[in-house]
């Protein structure tokens, strides 16, 4: 099970995955690999570790959200934001465990279950260069591209979800979504290399995205300099650069393992935003806890939500157990 990057929306994941959890108790149970970027390492780091579908929709809450975006800095030689609630909020989250000299950060090979988190290093020493970065906890000897699982889970999620012009650097990472913010494929990739024995028409992947909006550039970009890639906020998208980077990128890793897994396979679940919404308006949290189920003030969007979730639950009931499960007929077989 993959989550993608999107700051507080993922606050709409965690409402679906709530929400899909009573038509199929035993979602998280089957899962054997949590894969996730940015906030979905998050969300991943948190189903792996034993969090409730529950506990996500309290780690997403409105006041959580408000503690870690609530505070921007309006200066751009600065991140937009600093990590130190972002921090307080994921050291709640991930407790310190009892260590022979005291108590201790948790690390990541002491997860409960397998689990996969992209970032994107940028000074690695060893290659004198920058790579990408798999954080995961398989046995495996350890390289630049996959360190050794000896990390502390906090820092692994703040390395991922340091967003350029949001969050700073942390510890020489910044954003897995740099280069996976939809990390469906690299799941994919890591849980053949360190599971031999599975064939890949053996793996079932459900990619569950942030929401997305339609998205185009209407002027012309033909004479667009930096400034006009970075920033234009007369625009939609007012980043027009990071937008791409973040939300453009996420299709690409949608259509590859779609085409590696097949329809039968790989299921993605992403729903449309009724609103542009940007990835630290905490504000939106309620709206998007909304949009999850089904209740917003647009009954077409609502009826768009309903089909999109009644799919996924049929391709769950489907493929995600090793015998299948009765199937809504109203809703189709797609």
């Known amino acids: 099970?993959?989550?993608?990057?999107?700051?507080?929306?993922?606050?709409?994941?965690?409402?679906?995955?709530?929400?899909?959890?009573?038509?199929?108790?035993?979602?998280?149970?089957?899962?054997?690999?949590?894969?996730g970027t940015s906030t979905g390492s998050a969300i991943a780091l948190s189903l792996a570790f034993g969090r409730s579908t529950s506990d996500m929709q309290t780690l997403y809450s409105m006041d959580n959200m408000k503690s870690v975006f609530g505070k921007p800095r309006w200066n751009f030689l600065r991140p937009r934001h600093s990590n130190e609630g972002l921090t307080n909020l994921l050291s709640k989250n991930f407790p310190d465990v009892a260590g022979p000299e005291g108590p201790r950060r948790l690390l990541l090979s002491e997860l409960k279950k397998k689990v996969l988190v992209t970032a994107f290093k940028l000074d690695d020493q060893r290659l004198k260069s920058w790579s990408p970065t798999f954080f995961h906890n398989y046995a495996h000897d350890e390289t630049c591209i996959e360190p050794h699982s000896d990390q502390p889970v906090v820092d692994v999620a703040l390395r991922s979800a340091a967003a350029p012009t949001i969050f700073p650097s942390h510890q020489g990472y910044i954003d897995g979504g740099m280069m996976a913010n939809n990390p469906s494929t690299a799941a994919i990739a890591v849980a053949l290399r360190h599971n031999t024995d599975v064939k890949i028409e053996d793996i079932r992947v459900l990619s569950i995205g942030t929401g997305y909006n339609p998205t185009l550039i209407k002027s012309g970009t033909n004479n667009w300099g930096v400034l006009q890639w970075i920033l234009n906020p007369f625009q939609q998208p007012k980043e027009p650069l990071l937008s791409i980077l973040f939300d453009g990128v996420v299709e690409a890793d949608n259509y590859m393992s779609r085409e590696i897994l097949g329809d039968d396979c790989y299921c993605r679940l992403n729903l449309m935003l009724p609103t542009q919404t940007a990835c630290d308006d905490w504000r939106a949290v309620p709206e998007l806890v909304n949009l999850a189920n089904s209740k917003c003030s647009d009954e077409r969007v609502n009826e768009e939500t309903e089909k999109v979730i009644s799919s996924t639950v049929n391709w769950l009931k489907r493929n995600w157990f090793d015998q299948p499960r009765e199937v809504s007929i109203a809703a189709g077989m797609k």
């Not at 409402?15 to 899962?31: C, G, H, S, Y």
Request: zero cysteines; glycine letters at 12%.
């Open 1 to 35: 099970m993959t989550f993608d990057g999107g700051g507080i929306r993922g606050s709409l994941v965690a409402a679906l995955l709530r929400r899909i959890e009573q038509d199929i108790p035993e979602l998280l149970a089957n899962v054997d690999l949590f894969a």
